[in-house]
T-cell receptor, first 111, second 110 residues
Framework: RKEVEQDPGPFNVPEGATVAFNCTYSNSASQSFFWYRQDCRKEPKLLMSVYSSGNEDGRFTAQLNRASQYISLLIRDSKLSDSATYLCVVPRNPGFQKLVFGTGTRLLVSP | NAGVTQTPKFQVLKTGQSMTLQCAQDMNHEYMSWYRQDPGMGLRLIHYSVGAGITDQGEVPNGYNVSRSTTEDFPLRLLSAAPSQTSVYFC?????????FGSGTQLSVL
């Protein structure tokens, strides 16, 4: 299994839809997880951190399933501005010096 | 507040040439790192530093050198550019688990 694996998409959804992405990871000792957002030809930016079972921030919810070793990102009421690539990130070590990035899931929200 | 500044934004090199990608941050972060991003692959760590005078290798360090003489600056040197080093390079800094990225350098090696 790859260290971090994501469905590349693209996920094409209409405005207002709810969409969810999954990310699987191989290191069962991982304690923290992150979702970064990357717009086309731009730098990644932190969207959410996940330390326990999950985290919620407005329309975005991240959930962690340790037994199955995956994290998910749920976006409710999708906006055109949510169109981007969403990167799943897992630290390789507890000190966060070595982060493993997934290849990203591309989301396209259409009017 | 500039954050993380990378230069240049674009660069074309010939095989065998050397160059330095510059990275500077003004947030007084101890941790800095360099990643490369290639199509179909996640960002891969090249080198990182946990403070001035301290550097270590990431997962793809071959062909690259770094040094950290100050907290602010973390340049990445390509010793002898190869076509396999064609990529988008991102510098990042952090004081915790949150990475702040520069805007990237698109490098083409012909």
């Amino acid at each position: 299994r790859k260290e971090v694996e994501q469905d590349p998409g693209p996920f094409n959804v209409p405005e207002g839809a709810t969409v969810a992405f999954n990310c699987t990871y191989s290191n069962s000792a991982s304690q923290s997880f992150f979702w970064y957002r990357q717009d086309c030809r731009k730098e990644p930016k932190l969207l959410m951190s996940v330390y326990s079972s999950g985290n919620e921030d407005g329309r975005f919810t991240a959930q962690l399933n340790r037994a199955s070793q995956y994290i998910s990102l749920l976006i409710r009421d999708s906006k055109l501005s949510d169109s981007a690539t969403y990167l799943c990130v897992v630290p390789r070590n507890p000190g966060f010096q070595k982060l493993v990035f997934g290849t990203g899931t591309r989301l396209l929200v259409s009017p | 507040n500039a954050g993380v500044t990378q230069t240049p934004k674009f660069q074309v090199l010939k095989t065998g040439q050397s160059m330095t990608l510059q990275c500077a941050q003004d947030m007084n972060h101890e941790y800095m790192s360099w990643y490369r991003q290639d199509p179909g692959m996640g960002l891969r760590l090249i080198h990182y530093s946990v403070g001035a005078g301290i550097t270590d290798q990431g997962e793809v360090p071959n062909g690259y050198n770094v040094s950290r003489s100050t907290t602010e600056d973390f340049p990445l040197r390509l010793l002898s550019a190869a076509p396999s080093q064609t990529s988008v390079y991102f510098c990042a800094s952090s004081d915790s688990e949150k990475l702040f990225f520069g805007s990237g350098t698109q490098l083409s090696v012909l």
